[in-house]
């Protein structure tokens, strides 16, 4: 089957790293994808991967290690903004793409 | 700014009515999505459009039906609504890369 496992909550202190992890497993690979979504607002996008290794855009970076099924996006520098929900998904097929539940990132002062 | 919007905004029905959700695309973006996301959840796909035909769709009953016009506009409409309908329902348009954009969807409440 299809499935995508993130951790629900997280909370961290402002300035400091978080690492969110994400966990799949889908019938077929075309990239693994990171959303950003605030209360009551669209996602957004924040990154793509396709190939292992790590990603880095400005204070935020992914990996993906396709063969094990796994991909973390690393938030540096954390900011109260970026409380947030972090959404991983992979697409499935040609159509349509899994999302994961969401991870809710409380920033602390 | 993902040029996709979406109307209404929140909207309240009673169980039972039928309700019609709006969806404005960006120029090119011929493959348009809707999803579902209840509170506390991921979206969950409910079908795709590209060039005004269904080409997808997930596991939602048929009174879930959709409709995808010339001009990059599109429709999501609900009969004959259940309480569980409740949720944020996303357009997300694509001018055919893997990446979504998505509209800051429409709110809806069943009571």
């Known amino acids: 089957g299809q499935n995508i496992d993130q951790p629900t909550e997280m909370t961290a202190t402002e300035g400091a790293i978080v690492q969110i992890n994400c966990t799949y497993q889908t019938s077929g690979f075309n990239g693994l994808f990171w959303y950003q979504q605030h209360a009551g607002e669209a996602p957004t996008f924040l990154s793509y991967?396709?190939?292992?290794g790590l990603e880095e855009k400005g204070r935020f970076s992914s990996f993906l290690s396709r063969s094990k099924g796994y991909s973390y996006l690393l938030l540096k520098e954390l900011q109260m903004k970026d409380s947030a929900s972090y959404l991983c998904?992979?697409?499935?097929?040609?159509?349509?793409?899994?999302f994961g539940t969401g991870t809710r990132l409380k920033v602390l002062a | 700014e993902t040029g996709v919007t979406q109307s209404p905004t929140h909207l309240i029905k009673t169980r039972g009515q039928q309700v019609t959700l709006r969806c404005s695309s960006q120029?090119?973006?011929?493959?348009v999505s809707w999803y579902q996301q209840a509170l506390g959840q991921g979206p969950q796909f409910i079908f795709q459009y590209y060039r005004e035909e269904e080409n997808g769709r997930g596991n939602f009953p048929p009174r879930f039906s959709g409709l995808q016009f010339p001009n990059y506009s599109s429709e999501l409409n609900v009969n004959a609504l259940e309480l569980d309908d409740s949720a944020l329902y996303l357009c997300?348009?694509?001018?055919?890369?893997?990446?979504?954009?998505f509209g800051s969807g429409t709110q809806l409440s069943v009571l």
């Open positions: 997300a348009s694509s001018p055919g890369t893997p990446e979504l954009f």
């Open positions: 991967n396709v190939l292992d």
């Open positions: 998904a992979v697409p499935s097929g040609t159509y349509k793409y899994i």
């Open positions: 120029s090119g973006h011929n493959t």
